[in-house]
């Protein structure tokens, strides 16, 4: 059965969506973007740094459901420009050890919000 996630620990949701869903042991997080708990928008702030926030939500989310990034299966990053990719992969990479999940990570011409990316994520947390 359905069940929906939120915490305090990621920023709300900007429109009419859950922070996450889950499913059994399947959680799907929702596209992150580079938004504090408070809801600031770091658009101003460096790839590196907007990948760190975006990243953070995700692992807050997953904290929830007591998983950590050793849970996740796969991820999806939308980066509003090609060209910021090895700044996101650089700081990507301090994320996960051994064994990372599978990822996507593709241009998409415009990111809500004007942030540099958003990230979403699968994850087993049973
Ligand atoms: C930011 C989002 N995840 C959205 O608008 O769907």
Do not use: C, H
């Amino acid at each position: 059965m359905k069940r929906t996630i939120s915490t305090d620990d990621a920023p709300a949701a900007v429109g009419a969506y859950s922070q996450a869903t889950t499913n059994g042991s399947l959680l799907f997080t929702a596209g992150q973007l580079p938004l504090t708990t408070d809801g600031e928008l770091l658009d101003d702030e460096s790839v590196a740094t907007q990948t760190e926030q975006s990243l953070d939500n995700v692992m807050a989310i997953l904290a929830e459901e007591g998983a950590d990034a050793s849970d996740l299966l796969k991820v999806t990053i939308f980066l509003d420009d090609i060209e910021d990719f090895d700044e996101m992969n650089e700081t990507y990479g301090t994320y996960f050890d051994a064994e990372p999940p599978a990822r996507s990570a593709v241009e998409v011409g415009s990111v809500p919000k004007g942030a540099a990316l958003e990230i979403e994520a699968i994850a087993d947390v049973e």
